[in-house]
T-cell receptor, first 114, second 115 residues
Framework: AQSVTQPDIHITVSEGASLELRCNYS??????LFWYVQSPGQGLQLLLK??????LVQGIKGFEAEFKRSQSSFNLRKPSVHWSDAAEYFC????????????FGTGTRLTIIP | DTGVSQDPRHKITKRGQNVTFRCDPI?????LYWYRQTLGQGPEFLTY????????KSRLLSDRFSAERPKGSFSTLEIQRTEQGDSAMYLC?????????????FGPGTRLTVL
């Protein structure tokens, strides 16, 4: 069975600083990987996804993520955060073609300080 | 594209009562998923439909839970004899199985509080 680990429960970053959120996955085959963001009381918004091909994927809001098979990682990055980026971030892995169910990590809460 | 909608957004009920939630997927999507999210956790898969067929159910879905998608469009999730442990955010997502980029799009969720 697949699993996702997000080792950082809470990260605080100054506005304008760079950001990296860690995600490690466990899955026996080539994974389908996703990053979602959740603002308080809201549903999940897709930031970006990796299915195959280029291991560096670009998403919305200036985010990018890099798939590293050797490290079983899919870390999310942003070169300069904005106050509006404060939210909960979830990494998820899909089971394969159709990824009928997603397995999520426990999330990383991002706080932005002025 | 109006997105995935869920109704109600909030539900407060007393223990032992039955509740029903509705999800309307993106219109051209043939797959529909239900997840449950408790405080401080990521969403956990409950069940999913392809068209009207319920293809997978999680062990989390006890016999008090039932989901339907009668015409392959909207879906309902019913919880019978609610317990305090059922308090959570219930999220619905939809996707299209055509092509090879099956991406799930989530609704705003229904927050259930069981007193």
């Amino acid at each position: 069975a697949q699993s996702v680990t997000q080792p950082d429960i809470h990260i605080t970053v100054s506005e304008g600083a760079s950001l990296e959120l860690r995600c490690n996955y466990s899955y026996g085959a080539t994974p389908y990987l996703f990053w979602y963001v959740q603002s308080p009381g809201q549903g999940l918004q897709l930031l970006l996804k990796y299915f195959s091909g280029d291991t560096l994927v670009q998403g919305i809001k200036g985010f990018e993520a890099e798939f590293k098979r050797s490290q079983s990682s899919f870390n999310l990055r942003k070169p300069s955060v904005h106050w509006s980026d404060a939210a909960e971030y979830f990494c998820a892995v899909g089971a394969g073609f159709g990824n009928e169910k997603l397995t999520f990590g426990t999330g990383t809460r991002l706080t932005i300080i002025p | 594209d109006t997105g995935v909608s869920q109704d109600p957004r909030h539900k407060i009920t007393k223990r032992g009562q039955n509740v029903t939630f509705r999800c309307d997927p993106i219109s051209e999507h043939n797959r529909l998923y239900w997840y449950r999210q408790t405080l401080g956790q990521g969403p956990e898969f409950l069940t999913y439909f392809q068209n009207e067929a319920q293809l997978e159910k999680s062990r989390l879905l006890s016999d008090r839970f039932s989901a339907e998608r009668p015409k392959g469009s909207f879906s309902t999730l019913e919880i019978q004899r609610t317990e305090q442990g059922d308090s959570a955010m219930y999220l619905c997502a939809s996707s299209s199985s055509t092509g090879n980029t099956d991406t799930q799009y989530f609704g705003p969720g229904t927050r259930l509080t069981v007193l």
